[in-house]
């Protein structure tokens, strides 16, 4: 472990790390896994980790009970913000992996209830799995709040109009899995309880490929959606460079099994 992170001083979530797979599960099912100050500064510190721990080649994201993958903010006890308006940040700077510049692989397994704030994590996750039990949903302009960070992101994995349906009718309608399959949100939809089984073989089959090849594939997509088509396909070249600075394969071609090579 890196210097200063304890696992077992984590008060708001469990992490474990085996066979290069970190996997982090939200742990508050009593608050229906919602995120409260401890959760965003236990995030800060779990994604450094992440980064800094080169055995970690990729994250497996899930949470705790029955109920709910994630209902958002924690409305009893809120995140405390600055008084100075301009000294205040957002919980999602701490809380996406993203935002905090994590380039390996994020598998995140929903179910139950995955709502508002849910979103800053299957936003910026790299694969989107859900139960059959699964329902996503933004309440903000329910509760008379914009709905602004949540449907940004979430702009960049759907399209447009699926993305304004959910964050304009908030309370007055849950995504089903099926639907959450149909424009892209999740690529695949299993049973409750085949689904952390489902998410650690996902990260199983990444972890076991080459860990340059596999971050910079997910930073060069990544950073790509902040620049037009063209700029990205120039900026593109760089990142074999950067991840081959030899100008070798990590991996014989000759040794790869040809018959694996199949789409789920």
């Known amino acids: 472990m890196g210097s200063g992170f304890d696992p077992a001083r984590l008060e708001t979530v469990t992490y474990d790390v085996a066979d290069h797979i970190a996997t982090v599960t939200l742990n508050r099912p009593e608050a229906m896994n919602s995120f409260n100050q401890t959760m965003c500064k236990e995030f800060t510190a779990i994604w450094n980790q992440v980064k800094s721990d080169d055995d970690v080649h990729v994250v497996v994201l899930r949470a705790a009970g029955d109920r709910a993958f994630c209902t958002g903010v924690d409305v009893k006890e809120g995140v405390p913000q600055e008084s100075n308006i301009w000294s205040q940040t957002d919980p999602g700077e701490r809380l996406s992996p993203k935002t905090n510049h994590v380039w390996k692989p994020v598998v995140c397994a929903v179910h139950g209830m995955a709502a508002g704030g849910a979103f800053y994590w299957i936003n910026e996750s790299d694969i989107v799995i859900c139960s059959d039990d699964a329902t996503f ?16 992101g979430l702009a960049r994995r759907i399209p447009l109009g699926e993305t304004l349906r959910i964050a304009l009718l908030g309370l007055d309608e849950r995504l089903s899995p099926e ?4 424009i892209g949100l999740v690529s695949e939809v299993v049973p409750r309880a085949e689904l952390w089984k489902r998410a650690a073989e ?4 990444i972890a076991s490929k080459p860990p340059v090849a596999i971050q910079g594939t997910v930073r060069a997509v990544w950073e790509s959606l902040d620049s037009t088509r063209s700029q990205a396909l120039r900026t593109a070249y760089s990142y074999p460079q950067l991840g081959n600075p030899i100008g070798q394969s990590q991996v014989s071609r000759s040794s790869v099994n040809r018959r694996d090579w199949t789409l789920r």
Do not use: K, M, N
């Open 179 to 182: 639907r959450a399959l149909q």
């Open 202 to 205: 996902l990260a199983a089959i």
């Open 137 to 152: 949903f933004d309440p903000h302009v329910s509760y008379g709040l914009t709905a602004a960070l949540e449907p940004i």
